[in-house]
Nanobody, 125 residues
Framework: QVQLVESGGGLVQPGGSLRLSCVVS??????????MGWYRQAPGKQRALVAT???????NYADSVKGRFTISRDNAKNTLYLQMNNLKPEDTAVYYC?????????????????WGQGTQVTVSS
């Protein structure tokens, strides 16, 4: 069974940076062909997709994070990353990763995996 384990969250001041990691265990032989994405869920809000990357490396971002967040992957290590710079209080949320199918253009992901525990990101002075 595929397991998703997010890490790297924490408390950071506005303008600070964090790098999140998502380790995918139990992935199949062709897992690298799947798109992957980061979601976040703020208190009282629904989980929202913020970034995706295809197996070929194409990336898409929500407007709210463009220019500040960078999604990347290391297929050899079955690991997904989210580099977050210039963090803002509105970025505060629990961040989750998942994988599935996505178009090369446009922010969309039809996730396949079950949800992991997520990692908390808190941006506050």
């Amino acid at each position: 069974q595929v397991q998703l384990v997010e890490s790297g969250g924490g408390l950071v001041q506005p303008g600070g940076s964090l790098r999140l990691s998502c380790v995918v265990s139990g992935s199949g032989r062709f897992f690298s062909a799947y798109a992957m994405g980061w979601y976040r869920q703020a208190p009282g809000k629904q989980r929202a997709l913020v970034a995706t990357t295809t197996g070929g490396g194409s990336t898409n971002y929500a407007d709210s994070v463009k220019g500040r967040f960078t999604i990347s992957r290391d297929n050899a290590k079955n690991t997904l990353y989210l580099q977050m710079n210039n963090l803002k209080p509105e970025d505060t949320a629990v961040y989750y990763c998942n994988y599935g199918v996505a178009p090369q253009e446009g922010l969309s992901l039809r996730n396949i995996g079950s949800w992991g525990q997520g990692t908390q990101v808190t941006v506050s002075s």
